[in-house]
């Protein structure tokens, strides 16, 4: 299966229903965990290779293509853990990564998609947000933090938004880490148990989970009003870690596969400049 | 020899001249090329494991720690390697990375440290220029590209805004990656051999490279005007690659141990929050 079937059969697509998935199943792979990450670190020579080219082309002008690389999921899905190992595999020099908190007093006085706006990849680059303007209709309508017209509004000005990112040259690439309620319970308790994993606990992680339905609820809603043909969705069975990081690592050479970067020819006289060299 | 020793030899100080350095020397070392592999590799786990707790403690608030990197360097001295391999070895989440370019016109209407002073790392992150306010004094000074009084005055502005930033809790490394003339007339000329190499070429650099010794005696000024105690100059023999990511390493080392970040204690109840947790 190439990247790109592999991305296919990720995706979001008519009549998908996220109840429908096995956080725990690792479709479209048939290995386990050892095979899981010996080809995780195969994938990530070529990722390198693309990565390269892309950033390449942009220096010399000759490209406007980025990626942008957009990660939700419940608490302790494994967000960190993509970057670290999947994201952090590629040079840091063309990768702009962006933690989404939640909004300053300044975001919240401008349009959601703001503070957003602002972060989107360079050419040349893979953008990451780490949450992003989908906590505006996650948290957003769990928590009524806006109200219910303005939450209903978001979901056309995303897809419009995200449109316009699209055609400028950007692969918008929308992940959903999916873990079950039983997983992420195991997880959160581990944190309690090692001192050294306190500081990624947080009471309030507990007070989300209780609204456990109403998450699932507004995932749902999130795809069936923002998974477009510009920017699908792709939800990926989290259960397994390693399984959900050579996934994504699958969706990123997708993405690089299709821009197909090239090494940009020299806008230099390469024999002039050889001569120029060799005498200075 | 501590790493807190090793930097210390690096360090510039009085009477420091830069015509001294043997860029093919590797002070403070005494392994060969596969030691200083093995080396980076495994200081890499120490520095993992202190950048770690640094985020922790500012995750949670404790601390308002940070480092800086700063790198300075003729082209192809190596920085793009350091960020990539040393850099790139740290957790990206932790990681600031700015490479400061031509200033624009609209940083061209602010003081030179205007652009500086918006990248500073947050408490809890490494940040890394890639180039920064020294070039100002570097080919602000060898390309006049400002009056003489103004590069003057440039200096102590300089040492006031590292002294604040140093005095509100952020370690400033400042780093220039010295190689030879004749080691990047090679490196320079495989980029011209290279098709796949032509995009890091730049015509402009043979045009720096003429002007080599100016260079010099402008970082040499730069070192007597500029290596304080709150923000030391460390001058980094760079014709050995494998010697400069180690000893940039080594470096960051020092500052994380300096800083000795720990572990934060719960700010909640553990005991507590396993019971709800259990329970929901």
Do not use: C
Not at 141 to 168: C, G, K, M, Q, T
Not at 257 to 279: H, S, T
């Amino acid at each position: 299966m190439t990247a790109h079937e592999w991305a296919k059969t990720l995706q979001v697509g008519d009549g998908f229903r996220l109840s429908d998935v096995d956080p725990q199943s690792t479709p479209g792979y048939s290995g386990a965990k050892a095979d899981g990450k010996r080809d995780l670190a195969s994938g990530l020579d070529e990722l390198n290779q693309l990565q390269e080219r892309l950033f390449a082309e942009s220096r010399v002008g000759v490209a406007k293509d980025s990626v942008l690389l957009i990660l939700q999921a419940m608490d302790s899905a494994g967000k960190g853990g993509i970057v670290r190992h999947v994201v952090g595999g590629v040079d840091p020099q063309g990768v702009a990564l962006t933690a989404f908190k939640a909004p300053t007093e300044e975001e919240l006085a401008h349009d959601f998609l703001w503070r957003v706006a602002k972060r989107l990849p360079e050419p040349g680059f893979i953008g990451v947000f780490d949450r992003s303007h989908y906590e505006d209709v996650l948290i957003g309508r769990v928590r009524s933090l806006a109200p219910a017209d303005e939450i209903e509004r978001r979901y056309d000005a995303i897809n419009e938004f995200e449109a316009a990112v699209a055609a400028s040259g950007t692969r918008i690439i929308k992940v959903m880490l999916h873990i079950s309620r039983d997983e992420q319970k195991e997880r959160l308790m581990e944190r309690l148990e090692r001192a050294d994993k306190h500081w990624k606990y947080n009471p309030g992680d507990v007070d989300e989970r209780l609204l456990w339905d109403d998450y699932m609820a507004a995932y749902q809603t999130a795809f069936e009003r923002t998974s477009t043909a510009a920017a699908p969705w792709h939800v990926i069975p989290a259960d397994h870690k390693w399984f959900a990081r050579l996934a994504v690592q699958e969706l990123l050479l997708d993405a690089l596969q299709q821009i197909d970067p090239q090494w940009p020819a020299a806008d230099f006289d390469v024999e002039a400049e050889k001569k120029r060299l060799a005498a200075s």
